[in-house]
């Protein structure tokens, strides 16, 4: 199967495989098209940076959450255990929203600043938090 001309599609994204894509790029090479003209360039708008910081008021609840949770071990709702209540930390218990992450955890990289992350190690032992 042949690559399509240069003049079908003014984007490599459209093509689907990498010897498309790749014939694409060694045309435009071989012709008076530019490669920056092959591939669209996003424009990001970037938070304002007053919305990457916390708050005094957020600051202050997250050095509540860390002096209250890391080295804690966290719980399901409804999950038995034989340590004691000062060990443990029920995820009922923690902030609205939040989000549980135990090691190589799938996440989004969403910033959502109302948000606290809690970092599990393998034991379900908090290790680590941040907003976002």
Request: aromatic residues 6%; charged residues 20%; positive net charge.
């Amino acid at each position: 199967m042949s690559p399509l001309p240069l003049s079908a599609s003014p984007y490599a994204s459209t093509v689907i495989g990498w010897t498309h894509t790749h014939a694409y790029i060694k045309a435009a090479k071989n012709s008076s098209a530019s490669i920056s003209n092959l591939f669209p360039t996003t424009i990001m708008n970037p938070l304002p940076i007053d919305n990457l910081m916390l708050n005094p008021q957020q600051q202050l609840d997250m050095d509540k959450w860390c002096k209250k949770l890391v080295g804690k071990i966290i719980l399901k709702d409804n999950e038995e255990t034989t340590l004691g209540a000062d060990e443990v930390v029920r995820e009922k218990d923690l902030p609205k929203p939040n989000r549980v992450l135990l090691p190589n955890s799938p996440m989004t990289m969403d910033y959502r600043p109302n948000r606290l992350n809690v970092f599990l190690d393998e034991n379900r032992r908090v290790v680590n938090l941040n907003n976002g």
